[in-house]
């Protein structure tokens, strides 16, 4: 009820409808996400393919940053971690790989 009159509309009905099934199917059927759907392998700097357009945010080991594909102009998101810092930190090498 996004307007709060106690009341759902056919549109937030559709919604909560829609919600509710893809949670049940979600429950029968999970989807197999892993890391390997969200990364792409490209050859050379990621300079070389992408525009930085901004920094959105920055930690202990790495950065996040906005960009645009040169090649489709597509705007994607692009993760970088300084691996050295994160091994010398005592972080275990599996939680390292995790986070790339």
Known sequence: DTN???????????????????AKLNEEEPTPFCRDMFLG?????PADH???LDTLGQGSFGIVKK?????????RVL????KNAAM???MHPQM?????
């Open 88 to 90: 010398k930190s005592g």
């Open 50 to 52: 992408y525009e930085i």
């Open 79 to 82: 993760k970088t971690i300084d």
């Open 67 to 75: 960009v645009l594909c040169k090649e489709s102009r597509a705007p």
């Open 4 to 22: 709060s009159d106690g009341i759902l509309s056919e549109d937030e009905f559709y919604k909560v409808c829609r919600y509710l099934l893809l």
């Open 96 to 100: 390292v790989m995790e986070e790339i």
């Open 41 to 45: 392998r490209r050859s050379g700097q």
